[in-house]
């Protein structure tokens, strides 16, 4: 691998990071299996796109990614927790739903932003070499969600947010109404989703709508590469774990994508089939291993 | 004050599984009560902690608590007023929270939670005084997670966190039944200790009659849904196991009478 396939890695494990914390969030602090971040990762990346083509600043349209987000994530979260809708499905549904609607922020199914301004700008005019300046400010948000992330699961908020995963019976007693809880941290997860696509857009040079397919796979994966590598045994852990898992992964695929075997090699539309297959390793060799223990 | 006035519950209502939990059930719980509650299995004993407690909406009826007319309050709004333990240990805690943090979330029981550090200055000594006294020496492991108890542990924690905050009422649903005898027996005292401690007012459901006649000062019997024995004060202290036995008896016996009256 050159070194730029290597930093090209970095880059992208640091900035679906923050995706990753997002399904984190979901997938294994919440338990509830979130499917909309395919559709709010594009949905991020519209609304920044769209916002910066028309003469926003860049870090301004961030926040209105964020906010987007946030607001599909609630939606699927009401869909389960005031409609009874299982949870899968309702994300399903807000999925399919955001496919149309990003094609209408975008007017098209894709928005360049050749020469426009991004986040990056200010770094570059530093003095900072290009392909450094999106490590470095990718490096800066993923630290900044994960500061944010563990200090809000720190509150007394965050701690009832935890326990609704964890015990809902429990909270509930405690006097904790759940169903806010759900939509408040499905909401915060999709919105981080959103913020790590504008990002991704900002940084590619371009939204396009397709860009969210496989993000839970993604998602999933690098959580449990993560868990795996780096540990999970408190919460300021895990979620560092989750975004160096994210880079783990990134690196992992750059890795396969550069192997040769005689006249094979793999095509980056193998990337699905390889996470699915990783994911699906991940998820069932704990099972086997316990039968194989048991016998 | 609580009061249940004329409450009705059908679960699977309208199909051929329909039961009718609580049958037009009234009853005035009086602040300081100590009620025993013993019923045989689906007498209804659960659904009335359960209708209390708000994990339903009624068909019909009312419950109030100090006035408050609760009852279309969800489970979350009246945790503010109503603290449970329930019969499964691992309901009460969080087992991947340690035990100071879930000790945290009681003590917020019914507050509103903010931004706020999930734990303030003094709360941990707070805390290891409070287990200090359970005696299980809980008090040097505040950093375990629950998950790590065992079940008896888990409901000794479960009983303090339930009165860390003063409740209006305590629901204690067969708190005891899935431990072993030995640590049924500490847990039972611990319930009295606390109990009287705090004067609380309590609900107790019990299987088991001697519990029902020593522990408190009332006790209920329930029989499909509807209060079949309501003996407080004197009567109650010089009831026997007999006296409990022939009631249960006689209702189903009456119940037998009925079945072969529909036969014959």
Known sequence: MTIYAALGALEQGLVYGIMVIGVYLTFRILDFPDLTVDGSLPLGASISAVAITSGMNPYLSLIFALLGGFIAGTVTAILNTKFK?????????????????????MGGPNIALLGADTVFDPIIALGVAPHLASVLVFALFAVLVMASVIWFLKTEFGQAVLATGDNPQMIISQGVNTHLIIIVGVGLSNGLVA???????????????GMGIGTIIAGLASVIVGETVFGSNSIARAI?????????YRLAIALALGLEFGGFAFSPSDLNLITALLVITALITPKIKARLIAR | MIVLDRCTKYFHRGSVNEVLALNDLSLEIKDGDFITVIGSNGAGKSTLLNALAGSFILD??????????VTNWPEYRRAKLIARVFQDPLLGTCPSATIEQNMALALRRGKT????????????????????????????????????????????????????????????DEHIAALDPKTAGQILMLTREIVSEQSLTTLMITHNMKHAIEFGNRLIMLHQGRIILDVDGDAKTTLTVDDLLQQFYRVQGEELANDSMLLT
């Not at chain 1, 999925?95 to 209408?104: Q, V």
């Not at chain 1, 560092?240 to 783990?248: C, H, N, P, R, Y």
């Not at chain 2, 019909?60 to 007319?69: L, M, P, R, T, V």
């Open chain 2, 60 to 69: 019909n009826g009312s419950i109030a608590i100090h006035d408050q007319n």
């Open chain 1, 85 to 105: 809708i299982l949870h899968l499905l309702a994300s399903i549904l807000t999925m399919i739903a955001l496919y149309s609607i990003n094609i209408r922020i």
């Open chain 1, 195 to 209: 913020l790590s696509g504008a990002l991704v857009a900002q940084n590619q040079g371009a939204a396009d709508v």
């Open chain 2, 113 to 172: 939670r903010g931004l706020g550090n999930w734990i303030k200055a003094g709360e941990r000594e707070r805390f290891r005084e409070d287990l200090s006294t359970i005696g299980l020496g809980l008090e040097d492991r505040l950093q375990d997670s629950v998950g790590l108890l065992s079940g008896g542990q888990r409901q000794a924690l479960t009983m303090l966190m339930a009165t860390l905050v003063r409740p209006e009422v305590l629901l204690l």
């Open chain 1, 240 to 248: 560092i774990a989750a975004v160096l898992g994210s880079v783990v």
